[in-house]
């Protein structure tokens, strides 16, 4: 969280972090576990499943569909 919101201050005022993005995300944003989204890769045919990357809570992931 504290690197979102350096990042985030780099453009944006303290106000309009804490009071405007800050807000939406603790009300909207209820991300899924990353092992839940490769799971349900595997239950859909998805096969070499891996995580090529990640950073915090962000992560760029995937496999191949098996035929």
């Known amino acids: 969280m504290d690197q979102w919101k350096k990042f985030m ?4 005022t303290q106000d309009e972090i ?6 939406n995300y603790y009300e909207e944003d209820h991300p899924v576990k990353l092992t ?3 799971s349900w890769l ?3 045919g998805f096969v070499n499943i ?8 962000l992560a ?7 035929t």
Not at 9 to 12: D, T, V
Not at 18 to 23: F, Q, R, V
């Open 18 to 23: 804490e009071n405007k993005y800050l807000a």
């Open 50 to 57: 891996d995580v090529i990357w990640k950073y915090y809570s």
């Open 42 to 44: 595997a239950e859909i």
């Open 9 to 12: 201050g780099k453009n944006l």
């Open 36 to 38: 839940d989204h490769l």
């Open 60 to 66: 760029v992931y995937g496999g191949k569909k098996s």
